[in-house]
């Protein structure tokens, strides 16, 4: 009687199971993918630029909006996170305008700009988180391609060449200053980027450099694309061309929390 085989005893060996690749090989798609890197980049570069003037046209009009700003901060999970306390809402509530200074050297380092109306809890007219540009690097001497990308750009890291900075706020009652009532708990456990604690209030955000919460990274993206935070739905804003008499429409389940498109 002849035994029979378990299957696949009589296939072929994998020709992939020995592969290995080539140094030379490597070296290519190295070279392929920092070509891919840097014309990415350059793609970045340019949509920012061409988005500017349109963000300059849309800052008035949102600005005659009221509360468009606070609203849009709050309805950010990763923003309104932090904006617990009943004082920093109240205070956030006369910000009026939230706008974006792109480094010209490097146009993914930023400063952010608040600007607030005159409010009972400090006199400055606008509240600064500076993202300074800082390599280690001598970037004034790296060379740059034909897309127009420097090889310090290329070799940008945002931890590494990224520092923020932190300003003074002139609070009106000093002996009530959010940032002193609620402090941000930082261990001395764990590096001074690394929250572990209690994060206070809001405002630390202004007045402490480190940004361990990344909060600045999500007000950026909140600039780039804030109509959809104001009407609490990053995905999409319904239309009112919609026909809402559809009775087959979906219903919709107001505790079933949304999902938030994320952008690199």
Not at 117 to 127: I, W
Not at 170 to 185: C, G, I, L, M, V
Not at 209 to 231: K, R, V
Request: overall charge negative; some cysteine.
């Amino acid at each position: 009687m002849t035994k029979r085989a378990s299957p696949g005893a009589d296939t072929e060996k994998s020709p992939f199971a020995d592969y290995e690749t080539r140094d030379e090989d490597i070296a290519k798609l190295k070279d392929l993918q920092e070509q891919d890197d840097r014309k990415q980049l350059a793609v970045e570069f340019f949509n920012i630029k061409l988005m500017q003037p349109y963000f300059e046209k849309r800052r008035p009009t949102l600005k005659t909006i009221p509360k468009f700003w606070p609203i849009a901060l709050m309805n950010v999970p990763q923003i309104g996170l932090y904006l617990g306390h009943n004082v920093d809402q109240q205070a956030l509530s006369y910000l009026e305008d939230l706008w974006v200074i792109r480094n010209k050297e490097e146009p993914r380092a930023f400063t952010l700009e608040f600007h607030f109306k005159e409010n009972p809890y400090f006199t400055n007219a606008v509240l600064t988180k500076e993202y300074k540009y800082a390599p280690v690097a001598e970037a004034g001497n790296s060379k740059v391609d034909e897309d127009g990308i420097s090889d310090a750009q290329a070799d940008f890291q945002w931890g590494r060449d990224v520092k923020p900075q932190a300003m003074k706020i002139d609070w009106k009652d000093p002996e009530n200053a959010f940032t002193k009532k609620y402090p941000r708990q930082v261990s001395e456990e764990v590096d001074d980027d690394e929250l572990s604690g209690d994060p206070g209030s809001f405002f630390n955000f202004f007045e402490v450099e480190a940004d361990p919460m990344d909060l600045g990274l999500a007000c950026l993206e909140l600039f780039m694309e804030p109509i959809p935070a104001f009407f609490g739905d990053s995905d999409e804003i319904d239309s009112e061309d919609e026909d809402d008499d559809d009775d087959d429409a979906e219903e919709i389940d107001l505790e079933k929390p949304r999902t938030k498109k994320q952008k690199v």
